[in-house]
């Protein structure tokens, strides 16, 4: 999903999360939405997923797409380093709400 895509999707729908995932070991965020459907949509500009360098970054797309709330997640180490799928949506108190 561009940004593009991103502007209109949220011009037309109001049932939606948005997710700011920070990954361990790493100073860079990307922007997930999940759908009504449970579906994940990364934003990306021309097929590759976009990698922000900080939350300032952030929060600047999202409210020109007209987002004022989000999820900050943090993937756990651990499972990375042993394979395993993220979990970072369960349990809730993983997440951390941002309001911009």
């Keep these: 999903m561009d940004f593009q895509q991103l502007k209109a ?20 965020y990307q922007v997930e939405l999940e759908d009504v459907e449970g579906q994940r949509h990364m934003l990306t500009h021309a097929a590759k997923p976009i990698l922000f360098r900080s939350l ?3 929060y600047l797309e999202l409210k020109r797409a007209g987002i004022h709330r989000a999820y900050l997640v943090q993937q756990v180490p651990h499972d990375e380093m042993i394979g395993r799928e ?3 949506q369960d349990p809730l108190t993983s997440r951390m709400p941002l309001v911009f």
Excluded: T
Excluded at 9 to 28: K, L
């Design 86 to 88: 993220a979990h970072y």
């Design 9 to 28: 999707f949220v011009a037309h729908h109001d049932n939606f999360e948005i997710r700011v995932i920070g990954h361990a070991g790493s100073r860079f």
């Design 56 to 58: 300032d970054d952030v």
